[in-house]
């Protein structure tokens, strides 16, 4: 069990070892596009990893190369369907504005 806090809105989940981010925070209420159902095809589910990086799953290979195919990446940037909470430490995602509903 980890514990998952989503910025801008504050909220803070215990989700379950192997949870995957995307479906956690569409579970949550949290409003985040995904075009693609979830195959790191589109990036409409960019999100930032701000704390706890060690507590989610390796970036593949699928995933980097469409990271360096957007705008706005940082090395925080991962994509929510592709990453999922391994329950060894607290993370804290930041959604961004345009796509959160802030």
Known sequence: MSTLTILPSGATLDVSEG?????TLLAAGEKLVSKCGGKASCG????????GRKGVSKMT??????????????????LACQVNILGTEP??????????GF
């Open 61 to 78: 290979p699928e995933e980097n190369a469409k990271l360096d195919s957007l705008v706005g990446v940082s090395s925080k940037s991962r």
């Open 44 to 51: 409409a589910c960019h999100v930032f990893i701000k704390e």
């Open 19 to 23: 949870a995957n981010l995307l479906q």
């Open 91 to 100: 993370v804290t995602v930041e959604l961004l504005g345009a796509l959160s």
